[in-house]
């Protein structure tokens, strides 16, 4: 026989997850919403059009684990096993594309732009 005992650190668990539940759903409401007529979950439309490329560099931070090869003085000891870590930047290329996204409300006749960025 099984038996679910909601003990206190489980309500937390549980209290917790829906109330990240209900920030997500309040934050999609919220971006969402009519310029217009203030409702939440307004929003409709997908088309969007880019407007502006560019390229730049971002620096990322790799690690490069440093293993004992084969024949090494130590092979004996450490054979295979990472001996360290290398951590060292690197300038990687990005492109930055931003699209003008264009929305319209369901509620209302209202329609409004958005500028977004993302990098690739
Ligand atoms: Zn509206």
Redesign the pocket.
């Known amino acids: 026989m099984l038996a679910i005992v909601l003990t206190p650190a489980l309500l937390l668990v549980h209290w917790s997850l829906s109330l990240s539940y209900l920030l997500v759903y309040a934050a999609w409401g919220g971006a969402t919403q009519?310029?217009?007529?203030?409702?939440l979950f307004?929003r409709v439309g997908d088309y969007s059009k880019v407007v502006d490329v560019e390229s730049g560099y971002e620096t990322v931070t790799r690690h490069d684990e440093v293993r004992a090869k084969t024949g090494d003085f130590f092979d004996d000891i450490q054979g295979g096993k990472r001996v360290g870590t290398i951590v060292r930047q690197e300038q990687v290329h990005v492109t930055y594309t931003t699209r003008r996204h264009y929305y319209?409300?369901?509620?209302?006749?209202?329609t409004w732009t958005e500028r977004k960025t993302t990098s690739s």
Do not use: F, N, P, T
């Not at 009519?34 to 409702?39: A, I, N, Q, V």
């Not at 319209?104 to 209202?110: A, K």
């Open positions: 009519c310029r217009g007529c203030k409702r307004a319209s409300c369901r509620h209302c006749d209202h």
